[in-house]
Antibody, heavy 125, light 107 residues
Framework: EVQLVESGGGLVQPGGSLRLSCAAS????????MSWVRQAPGKGLEWVAN????????YSVDSVEGRFTISRDNAKNSLYVQMNSLRADDTAVYYC??????????????????WGQGTLVTVSS | AIQMTQSPSSLSASVGDRVTITCRAS??????LGWYQQKPGKAPKLLIY???SLLSGVPSRFSGSGSGTDFTLTISSLQPEDVATYYC?????????FGGGTKVGIK
């Protein structure tokens, strides 16, 4: 059974740092792109960042560029996001998601088929 | 970044009604689009990928269509368990972007 379990959320002051983890099980972690998606309280979903199977490529949304770093440890079946210089508008539930994407006709199609339960990050003084 | 404009933002329909949600991209995205369902307090669930491919296990009353800039999610016969918020997600280019969501309720 595929499982994704996030941890590391909590209350942090503005300007502070936090590292979220996502423990994966039930599938061959090293074969999948992985992503972080967040949702501010009462708001919609926002894609945050993703990372290639071997960690050689990463992408992130402009609002976290230079502050958040996505990484992975395939030996530990774990995904991470290091969040620095946190702001109030980073307050959200953070989900990790598996991308069971596939190639077709020369294009890569993403599909987030499994998600964790989310971990809440609150940035407040 | 590609903007995804979803409409309506909310709707209310009767059980058995046909429901249509649309998503418009600010530029062409081929068929690189997925639809997700999120119930309160829960993680999103994938329904449709590649604009029109139904994920295995998802009820056949859900369908997706469209290509380029205009996309549609249709629920052919709304059921009580379909009460949720629905989001489109473009994966044509980084950063990936979600639509604003459509909250679906029962009359």
């Amino acid at each position: 059974e595929v499982q994704l379990v996030e941890s590391g959320g909590g209350l942090v002051q503005p300007g502070g740092s936090l590292r979220l983890s996502c423990a994966a099980s039930g599938f061959v972690f090293s074969r999948y792109w992985m992503s972080w998606v967040r949702q501010a309280p009462g708001k919609g979903l926002e894609w945050v960042a993703n990372i290639k199977e071997d960690g050689s490529e990463t992408y992130s949304v402009d609002s976290v560029e230079g502050r958040f770093t996505i990484s992975r440890d395939n030996a530990k079946n774990s995904l991470y996001v290091q969040m620095n210089s946190l702001r109030a508008d980073d307050t959200a539930v953070y989900y990790c998601a598996r991308d069971a994407g596939y190639w077709s006709g020369g294009a890569f199609y993403s599909m987030y088929d499994f998600w964790g339960q989310g971990t809440l990050v609150t940035v407040s003084s | 970044a590609i903007q995804m404009t979803q409409s309506p933002s909310s709707l209310s329909a009767s059980v058995g009604d046909r429901v249509t949600i649309t998503c418009r991209a600010s530029q062409g995205i081929r068929n690189d689009l997925g639809w997700y369902q999120q119930k309160p307090g829960k993680a999103p669930k994938l329904l449709i990928y590649g604009a029109s491919s139904l994920l295995s296990g998802v009820p056949s009353r859900f369908s997706g269509s469209g290509s380029g800039t205009d996309f549609t999610l249709t629920i052919s016969s709304l059921q009580p368990e379909d009460v949720a918020t629905y989001y489109c997600l473009q994966d044509y280019d980084h950063p990936l972007t979600f639509g604003g969501g459509t909250k679906v309720g029962i009359k």
